[in-house]
């Protein structure tokens, strides 16, 4: 019996740590991608503000956590009793999280 | 000696939140990787396994601390805009720091990286507490979650890294002061 077999024969389902992990990679991304929409467009960065003395970072940032957790909410809800392909979560996972680094950092983001 | 609320604030964000945070993240690793080792007795010890939900949700609201507090406290005080005619731009960091070539580039990449980035860590030391938490000791049996728990603690401990370095330099460039003044100790009188 291989590594993948034994592990789904004995543990329990992976889907809402599934979840868990691909909705992070989400949230974290859309942190990178938000702030970048704000930078760009005027009118989104005036939305964004919904805390005037910290600026548009309050928006970015709220929104970012709210589609994180409604994500992880949405997943977990669809996935939480099934066994799930986990090395491609992971894969996207990190390819999200990789670029939401890359992302935040001002001279690639400033590229966009 | 004194500190002004602005500083103790800071100090609090930084020495306090954010550097503990950057201590227990060795620690996380070692121990997500230690317990839960397939062959590894160690999680099989109940106050073992309790100790490391507990570690981690600790962790995790330290990095919420050190995220609400940086945003919504300290940056205000940080961007603020001087009024016009404003003589010392001392107890405005960014104008301060935006006011000399020399010195611009640690708000325009040091604090525009630090305040997006560090929004990461809360995020993904979250998801790892949760998982942990809810899988424990079945952690064991899921090589490929391991791996992915130990890549997000592992970038948070990177990102609030970054956030850390550049707080400290953007202090040092353009301390975040002033406000009420608290005493902590009188000097000796000659």
Partial sequence: MNNSASEALHARPNGSAAAAILSAGIGVLSVAILA?????S?????????YKPTGALSGVTTLAVLLWLVTWGLLNWRWRKKIVPLTQVNLAAFVLLGLSVLLTFPPIADLF | ????????????????????????CSGAVVEIYRSYYPGDRASENHVTD???KVYLVVM?????????????????????VAPAGTASLADFPQRLLQSNPETSGW?????????????LVPISITMAAVVVIQYGKDLRHHRALRSALLAFVSVSFLSAGIAGFLGAMLNKNAPVDGGPVIPILHGERR
Avoid: C
Avoid at chain 1, 36 to 40: E, H, L, N, P, R
Avoid at chain 2, 68 to 78: A, D, E, F, Q
């Fill in chain 1, 36 to 40: 970048i929409v704000a930078d760009q």
């Fill in chain 1, 42 to 50: 005027p009118t989104f960065k005036n939305l964004m503000v919904i």
């Fill in chain 2, 1 to 24: 000696m004194e500190i002004t609320t602005r500083s103790l604030w800071t100090l609090i964000h930084g020495m306090g939140f954010g550097a503990l945070y950057l201590l227990a």
């Fill in chain 2, 50 to 52: 309790q100790l490391l």
């Fill in chain 2, 60 to 80: 995790a609201a330290l990095a919420w601390l050190a995220v609400l507090s940086g945003t919504y406290i300290i940056y205000p005080w940080y961007r603020a």
């Fill in chain 2, 107 to 119: 708000h325009s990449v040091g604090m525009e990286w630090k305040e997006h980035v560090a929004w």
